[in-house]
């Protein structure tokens, strides 16, 4: 079947009579099915209609959603589902009538509407999302891929286009979910006027619930100030306007986006250096060039203003940068400073960067951005603490870095043992600067502010970035040289970013995986079967822990279970997830333990042996994996600590494929802290710090407070995004709504918060300048005011 739109009904059947209640299907919109539903006599109620197909009852829903076009009610009686492809695939018959009641709604659809090989419309809604702005969704069913643009406009004047290419709700089940649009208004229409605005998309179709009629005010503290235009608020509205920016902060975002990062630089970028050498210490600048004169002179202009220290510059070619650093080393400089020609510094960027070394640090680096057009400042790259994985996947720390000379003496003595070393290119540099600061454990420091900047013709963004053979050639002998038998690709989607593989021991551990569960068979029956056969994996013992469960069918499977070698424990007490997998653990066999959970789908073969490879490495204490929602958008690309002073899962905005943040979701990363809906971690580890902390976080934040127990006792926290796998999030246990659930969840947050005093502390995996509130979520902006303080790793 074609998927149409369905603007007005295609049949009708009566309604069974009733005195009050009233409503209709107004259309199918791809597989959006939509229509409204009303109580005359209590309007205020929200009735739950059941949608019909064929006569039979495939999804119920509660007609509350905003109806511009409603001529009864308070316009909130509309509702919107959608409907599985599957189920409408020759189908016959759509209907909906009010749940317990005998009320049909009118407007019965009969399927198909018209002959599959006519061209299907563009489905889409619009509505008015209050004030000045306008929300909705648009797909064209004939491009599925394509991203829509619409047009509002009020008469023959264009207010807004906008592209549909955001993720929206009502789209979830869809392959793609990226059509969604949100449009602010220009303020001149909050004038108290009625504004009737068409809404269309590129085709010249309106969108379903235009066109709409608006009236309204300036409102809110831009409102209040729009009245003071020709001149500054009087003393009493200051006031107000103070109280109500107190009362607003707690709970709008405290960040700016990244779109007025060229401001934000201005305001927050300009701090004093922190020099630490002494003034007769000689800095080396290498200039890498391809023999453009005026990049140079670029370059070489931005290294005026600086302290009064000897400087000695040398211009190396991209293809052989050996004679020079040998030249700057023989000079007697106490540290190199790279740039590429084109590339330029802020002001006074080498006292900043010299100030690096000199603290027992071998190297450092400081944050940069780029160029644009007309030289602003856009594109800022905000870094984490230094990060040997992150490194392997993309280069994103060298632009703005300062070498210390026996850093680089010793990468060369590791590239060159027998000093044989005759040509030298960048990646194979710092690939050698890095095996050295591995292998001495050497500190490198991170001064996260902006003192670097790219020219406006370089990648916005590492996944950007022109591939490399010399860079897969060096990251490939760094890897091997870190741990023989290791293996790397570059991506297929981002082909300048890389993976490592990393190879296992030819005798492989026994693995535990632990799935606590209760009742929700489904969820479980799906978990298990891909960990027994969809799983590439010899040595598995899966130990399920029943919770309680009395789901005949759940208990019939459980009995099941142990007739596929799965062991299956029970734990007859009130949900305590901490105390489910530590009594599990001392079950376990295997020297390596899995945290499962299992509302988990296996999507994968070879998750398992992606993680374990990784938790083998030398000072690895955890793995997580990268876990999707069941519409591939990403549910945990790792864990941000210290949003909104607690801790927030990264990437919930992106699609699995999406780059995200310096390309952070396709590649492996250090973190602070990983969820234990899939975590893998040594038996050994596990028990010497205790488990999870069974009195202080019996269900939440016991992850993370295990996590941070594990980094504060000097291993680290991986988070791999070759490890795939699809997590409903607390589909078993349900979300945190009574009362009594609220307040375990408030204890459980203070206990965190007070445990790790993270009040004014930063994740050294996440930049202190980036957002840390909850609404923009990590990655989702730039911190107000600026934090600017030194991570070293």
């Not at 829509?148 to 264009?158: L, N, P, T």
């Not at 010249?204 to 500054?232: A, F, V, Y």
């Not at 210390?404 to 000093?419: E, F, H, T």
């Not at 952070?664 to 234990?676: D, K």
């Amino acid at each position: 079947m074609s998927e149409e739109v369905l603007t007005k009904p295609i049949a009708t059947r009566q309604a069974s009579q009733s005195p009050s209640l009233c409503g209709a299907i107004t259309g199918l919109y791809g597989d959006v099915l939509q229509g409204w539903a009303l109580d005359n006599a209590q309007q205020e109620q929200r009735l739950v209609v059941e949608i019909m197909i064929d006569g039979a009852c495939v999804a119920l829903t509660r007609a509350d959603q905003f109806q511009p076009n409603a001529e009864v009610g308070d316009q909130f009686h509309g509702f919107a589902v959608q409907l599985r492809q599957g189920w409408l695939d020759g189908a016959k018959h759509i209907s909906a009538r009010v749940a317990n009641q005998d009320f049909g709604l009118a407007g019965d659809l009969q399927l198909p509407a018209r002959p599959s090989k006519d061209p299907a419309p563009v489905a889409s809604r619009v509505w008015h999302s209050g004030g000045l702005r306008l929300s909705g969704w648009s797909w064209d069913p004939d491009a599925p891929l394509r991203h829509v643009e619409v047009v509002v406009r009020e008469g023959d004047r264009v207010l807004a286009r906008a592209p549909c290419d955001i993720h929206h709700h009502a789209l979830a089940e869809r392959p793609t979910s990226d059509h969604g649009f949100s449009i602010d208004l220009p303020w001149e229409l909050a004038d108290g006027e009625v504004h009737t605005l068409h809404i269309e998309n590129d085709l010249g179709d309106p969108l379903s619930g235009s066109p709409i009629k608006m009236c309204c005010w300036p409102e809110g503290i831009e409102g209040l100030l729009r009245q003071h235009d020709n001149q500054g608020p009087d003393e009493q509205t200051m006031a107000l306007l103070t109280q109500i920016a107190r009362e607003q902060a707690l709970h709008l975002p405290k960040s700016a986006g990244f779109h007025h990062y060229a401001q934000w630089f201005e305001v927050f970028q300009h701090t004093p250096p922190r020099n630490t050498l002494p003034l007769k210490s000689r800095i080396g600048v290498l200039l890498i060039s391809e023999g453009d004169m005026t990049l140079e002179g670029l370059s070489l202009a931005s290294l005026r203003g600086h302290r009064a220290t000897p400087l000695k510059v040398a211009r190396a070619s991209v293809d052989n940068l050996l004679p020079e650093i040998k030249e700057l080393l023989e000079a007697g400089c106490d540290c190199i400073v790279p740039i590429r020609a084109g590339d330029h510094f802020a002001a006074r960027a080498l006292d900043h960067l010299i100030g690096l070394i000199g603290e027992g640090v071998a190297w450092g680096y400081a944050d940069c951005d780029r160029d644009g057009p007309q030289g602003e400042r856009t594109l800022p790259w905000l870094k984490p603490v230094w990060d040997v994985d992150l490194f392997i996947g993309a280069d994103i720390f060298t632009p703005g870095a300062v070498f210390g000379a026996d850093i680089v003496q010793a990468a060369l003595s590791v590239l060159a043992p027998a000093n044989e070393l005759h040509t030298l290119n960048w990646d194979f540099l710092i690939a050698g600067i890095v095996l050295a600061t591995e292998r001495l454990q050497a500190n490198v420091a991170h001064l996260p502010q902006v003192v670097y900047h790219r020219h406006h013709q370089s990648a916005a963004s590492p996944e950007l970035a022109w591939p490399s053979m010399d860079r897969h050639q060096a990251i490939a002998w760094l890897c091997q040289s870190m741990a023989p038998g290791t293996t790397v690709s570059a991506l297929p989607n981002y082909p300048a970013l890389l993976r490592a593989r990393w190879p296992l021991p030819l005798t492989l551990p026994r693995v535990s995986l632990i799935v606590p569960t209760r009742d929700q068979v489904r969820l479980l029956r799906t978990c298990i079967e891909g960990l027994l056969n969809n799983t590439d994996y010899p040595h598995l013992e899966i130990i399920v822990v029943d919770n309680q469960s009395t789901d005949p069918e759940a208990l019939e499977y459980l009995r099941y279970l142990p007739t596929q070698g799965v062991k299956v424990l029970s734990h007859p007490f009130p949900f305590n997830y901490s105390a489910i997998n530590n009594r599990a653990v001392e079950h376990a066999t295997g020297e390596i333990i899995g945290l499962v959970n299992n509302d988990i789908e296996i999507i994968e073969a070879g998750w398992l042996k992606e993680m374990l490879s990784q938790l083998l490495r030398e000072n690895v204490g955890a793995v997580g994996a990268k876990l999707l929602w069941p519409n591939r958008m990403v549910q945990h690309g790792g864990v941000v600590v210290g949003i909104n002073g607690l801790a927030a899962h990264a990437g919930n905005n992106l699609e699995e494929n999406d780059a995200g943040y310096l390309a952070t979701n396709q590649l492996t990363r250090r973190q602070s802290a990983v969820t234990a809906a899939c975590l893998l971690v040594r038996k050994s580890v596990y028990e010497e710090l205790g488990g999870l902390d069974e009195k202080a976080f019996p269900v939440a934040f016991n992850d993370v407070d295990f996590c941070l127990r594990i980094q504060t006792s000097g291993l680290n926290l991986v988070w791999t995004a070759f490890a795939k796998l699809i997590h409903a999030e607390s589909a078993s246990r349900g979300k945190d709504v009574s009362l009594e659930k609220r307040a375990r969840a408030h204890r459980e947050q203070q206990g965190f918060i007070e445990r790790w005093s993270l009040h004014g502390k930063i994740d050294p995996h996440y930049h202190p300048s980036l957002s840390h509130d909850y609404l923009s979520g990590p990655y989702g902006g730039l911190r107000m005011p600026a934090s600017c303080l030194r991570n070293r790793a």
